[in-house]
């Protein structure tokens, strides 16, 4: 089952513009990750944010986590038309139960126009 | 290329064939997990293997799906008795702890 819901589930932004994705999740989590994903592709992963950070970044992402709110958000800066892709977020694992495996949300849908 | 690969990437097949998708690790990542994704939706995890070993499977994996991962290395996953509703993009991923995943480009089976 999914963990949690990106919101929006769509979005579409100029070149130049900023990007905000936002994660909800329902468990307590060690971790979350967020995750790329091209049309028809794998994914890729981007950031790794641990349940006691608040922040963290990696060039143009910054990745957000609100512990008490089960909540996380990623901004992409001065978006491209090459970030165009879905986003997903994942947590996991969960080491007082599953083996390691991901539960990620149903993403959003990132399309940067030129 | 050294990243995760996945043979065949597009698998047409007909309602009650079987099918058998193959899927190469990254060498010496001990973790493997098999992961199912249907259109507009994120992956939901079927199984995972460290090293040989089969240690979790979820309740998505009927008795139709089963995985092996004989030697350690590669895993295949095979699907008996297709169905329609097995449509879908099955992704494997590998690590060499938990955490991040590496994700390989998937097979997409189309069951007609």
């Known amino acids: 089952s999914q963990q949690g819901e990106e919101d929006p589930q769509a979005l579409s932004i100029q070149e130049g513009e900023n990007a905000t994705m936002n994660c909800s999740y329902k468990?307590?989590?060690?971790?979350l990750q967020w995750y790329r994903q091209n049309s028809g592709r794998g994914l890729v992963h981007l950031i790794l944010?641990?349940?006691?950070?608040r922040e963290k970044h990696s060039g143009r992402l910054r990745v957000t986590l609100d512990t008490s709110k089960k909540s996380s958000s990623l901004l992409i800066t001065a978006s491209r038309a090459a970030d165009t892709a879905s986003y997903f977020c994942?947590?996991?694992?969960?080491?007082?139960?599953?083996?390691?495996?991901?539960?990620f949300g149903k993403g959003t849908k990132l399309s940067v126009k030129p | 290329d050294t990243g995760v690969s996945q043979d065949p990437r597009h698998k047409i097949t007909k309602r009650g064939q079987n099918v058998t998708f193959r899927c190469d690790p990254i060498?010496?990542?001990?973790?493997l997990y098999w992961y199912r994704q249907t259109l507009g939706q994120g992956p939901e995890f079927l199984t995972y293997?460290?090293?040989?070993?089969?240690?979790?499977k979820s309740r998505l994996l009927s008795d139709r799906f089963s995985a092996e991962r004989p030697k350690g290395s590669f895993s295949t996953l095979e699907i008996q008795r297709t169905e329609q509703g097995d449509s879908a993009m099955y992704l494997c991923?590998?690590?060499?702890?938990?955490?991040?995943?590496?994700f390989g480009p998937g097979t997409r089976l189309l069951v007609l």
């Open positions: 060498s010496e990542h001990n973790r």
């Open positions: 994942a947590t996991g694992p969960n080491y007082g139960g599953s083996q390691g495996n991901l539960i």
């Open positions: 468990t307590s989590i060690n971790n």
């Open positions: 293997f460290q090293n040989e070993a089969q240690l979790e």
């Open positions: 944010i641990r349940s006691n950070e």
């Open positions: 991923a590998s690590s060499p702890r938990p955490e991040t995943q590496y």
